[in-house]
Each structure stands twice: as structure tokens, then as C-alpha cells.
């Protein structure tokens, strides 16, 4: 797969996970990529999902958001 279609694969799995108004709580870079955690409350339970995000345009995608909504 060229590395555009899997930062489109792991852009996608982001967004869909933004849209259905998960939160990223936890970041973990290293070496192969970065960890992210989101977390978002459904009927006081708090619902996990966790990404291996591996692609650098990935990386600065969800960095962008964080960012974005820190503001």
C-alpha cells in the first residue's frame, strides 16, 4: 500500500472517531509511530479506543486537531 492511502486509512479511522465525539486523552510517541487513546462518556461509562498511528502526515493530522481544540 503507498504510505498516501494508509495516511488516508489512519486519517479516516481518526475522524470517524472525532465524529462520534471521542476526545484524544493520552499520546505516546515512539520510534514506530504514536499511541493515542480516546476516550469519550456514554451514560456515565467511559468508552476507550485506542489508534497505532504510524504514518508522519498522520501524526501531524490528530497534533493539528489537539491544537485546534485546545483554543
Request: hydrophobic share 40%; net charge negative; glycine share 2%.
Amino acid at each position: 500500500m503507498s504510505e498516501y492511502k494508509e495516511f488516508l486509512l489512519e486519517k479516516e479511522k481518526i475522524d470517524h472517531l472525532f465524529d462520534q465525539e471521542f476526545q484524544i486523552t493520552l499520546v505516546i510517541e515512539n520510534l514506530n509511530g504514536a499511541i493515542v487513546d480516546f476516550e469519550k462518556t456514554v451514560n456515565e461509562e467511559i468508552e476507550t479506543k485506542q489508534l497505532h498511528i504510524k504514518m508522519a502526515e498522520s501524526r501531524k493530522y490528530f497534533a493539528t486537531h489537539l491544537l485546534m481544540r485546545a483554543k
